[in-house]
């Protein structure tokens, strides 16, 4: 669990040895990460609320909080994948785009392009909303944990490759089935039938990635896996937003 908040956080954690038997399970922690990124949002919109916030500034801070609570790592990987699938060329080369530090065009248009989407949907949060909003954050860490077990890799080295090859792959699998088989089944107790669109949502986004990935790079990388919680996030806020209204 330390291995896990401290690579996909930043939140401050003690300390812990990545070893191979600290690494077996510490993908299946990484939907907590998720659950402390939705609880944080859930309590700032209410006090934002409460202070009587403007509604400009309430979308603002609830679009920045959950990439403070995870350094960027995610939206790194969203934005090299975004310059790979700009640039229209061969597999091998998007690859090498991807492992490239500097930012194209391309990273730069779809930041500022998701960054403008998501915050105009956290402008329209509500309580079932945002209670939405934030379990979908568990949700998209649990099926990219099940991406990381289950999908092909499309390289041989790298950090999710590392992640994957240490994992104890059988009962990881299992275990991130189990986060996403209760995680969507809360997110319809809680929400109803939006909670439902939600929850399939999140299930589709994940389709559409393994396809993607596979069509455009062969495989599925770590920056792959942060573009697909991105996308994942984003679809479910404005499912919530626009289901809930």
């Not at 998209?140 to 099940?146: H, I, P």
Request: hydrophobic share 50%.
């Amino acid at each position: 669990m330390l291995v896990a908040f401290a690579m996909y956080s930043r939140l401050p954690v003690p300390k812990a040895d990545w070893e191979d038997d600290n690494m077996k399970y510490c993908i299946c922690f990484f939907p907590l990460i998720g659950a402390v990124s939705g609880l944080l949002s859930f309590l700032l919109w209410r006090l934002l609320v409460l202070a009587g916030a403007g509604i400009p500034v309430q979308g603002s801070l609830l679009a920045v909080l959950p990439i403070l609570v995870t350094g960027g790592i995610h939206m790194d990987g969203f934005l090299d994948t975004s310059d790979a699938i700009g640039s229209w060329k061969s597999v091998e080369e998007k690859l090498e785009i991807m492992k490239d530090s500097h930012s194209g065009a391309s990273a730069v248009i779809c930041g500022l392009c998701y960054m403008a989407v998501y915050t105009g949907a956290m402008c329209c949060v509500g309580q079932k909303a945002m209670l939405l909003i934030g379990t979908g954050y568990i949700l998209s860490r649990a099926y990219s944990g099940f991406g990381l077990i289950t999908l092909r890799k499309a390289k041989k080295t790298g950090l999710l490759r590392s992640f994957s090859d240490r994992a104890s792959a059988d009962r990881c699998k299992w275990i991130m089935l189990g986060w996403i088989a209760l995680v969507s089944g809360s997110m319809i107790a809680v929400g109803k039938l939006p909670g439902l669109v939600c929850a399939c949502c999140a299930l589709l986004v994940f389709l559409w990635y393994r396809h993607m990935a596979y069509a455009k790079f062969g495989g599925i990388t770590g920056d792959l896996a942060g573009y697909f919680l991105q996308m994942c996030e984003l679809i479910v806020a404005l499912a919530a937003v626009t289901s809930c209204r």
